[in-house]
T-cell receptor
Framework: GAVVSQHPSRVICKSGTSVKIECRSL??????MFWYRQFPKKSLMLMAT?????????EQGVEKDKFLINHASLTLSTLTVTSAHPEDSSFYIC???????????????FGDGTRLSIL | AQSVTQLDSHVSVSEGTPVLLRCNYS??????LFWYVQHPNKGLQLLLK??????LVKGINGFEAEFKKSETSFHLTKPSAHMSDAAEYFC????????????FGAGTRLAVHP
């Protein structure tokens, strides 16, 4: 099956630092990648949709300058949390899809998530 | 607008007994529906998907779900629960108007007791 690798699995860092999280599709070309945030015992909240070679589309309320997304190739997307603060601590999950526009029947394949803790 | 309602936040069953996780959806379009499972501190794994083909969908690990348009439901079932089934389950509908944006239900935590 389709495999998505997310790295690192856990990050602990000081307030004010920037953290980069990588999401790779290992055995397929991911036209579209998604970044989610999940609070404890809560559902997933979509942060942004990333299409290869174009700017990410952010959901309402998500700060573009805070959460920088790059999707430079069909197998790699990165999320950078800039100047991270304790309130940014969360579980971040990426997913990748074969599908492009209007291909909603293509399932998303999820990475194992990154636990980000800001001290 | 599309939405998903998972009717139970927690379900507890004994090992070997049937599992029923309930999901209702709302959609202006013919929906694509999914069930995902999440184990602690892990990403999500696709259990099964419905995409307007057969209304009874079989997934992995013995799970299946039935799409009922008249009831706007997509309940997840399994005949016999296993300890390893304990996890969080999400019912998800796809926004067909764009780039496959997923809309998640609030989740149902399944506990399986010996």
């Amino acid at each position: 099956g389709a495999v998505v690798s997310q790295h690192p699995s856990r990050v602990i860092c000081k307030s004010g630092t920037s953290v980069k999280i990588e999401c790779r599709s290992l055995d397929f070309q991911a036209t579209t990648m998604f970044w989610y945030r999940q609070f404890p015992k809560k559902s997933l909240m979509l942060m942004a949709t990333s299409n290869e070679g174009s700017k990410a589309t952010y959901e309402q309320g998500v700060e573009k300058d805070k959460f920088l997304i790059n999707h430079a190739s069909l197998t790699l997307s990165t999320l950078t949390v800039t100047s991270a603060h304790p309130e940014d601590s969360s579980f971040y999950i990426c997913s990748a899809s074969h599908g492009g526009f209007l291909r909603s029947n293509q399932p998303q394949h999820f990475g194992d998530g990154t636990r980000l803790s800001i001290l | 607008a599309q939405s998903v309602t998972q009717l139970d936040s927690h379900v507890s069953v004994s090992e070997g007994t049937p599992v029923l996780l309930r999901c209702n959806y709302s959609s202006s379009y013919s929906p694509s529906l999914f069930w995902y499972v999440q184990h602690p501190n892990k990403g999500l794994q696709l259990l099964l998907k419905y995409t307007s083909a057969a209304t009874l969908v079989k997934g992995i690990n013995g799970f299946e779900a039935e799409f009922k348009k008249s009831e706007t439901s997509f309940h997840l079932t399994k005949p016999s629960a296993h300890m390893s089934d304990a996890a969080e389950y999400f019912c998800v509908v796809s926004d067909q108007r764009g780039y496959n944006k997923l809309i998640f239900g609030a989740g149902t935590r399944l506990a399986v007791h010996p």
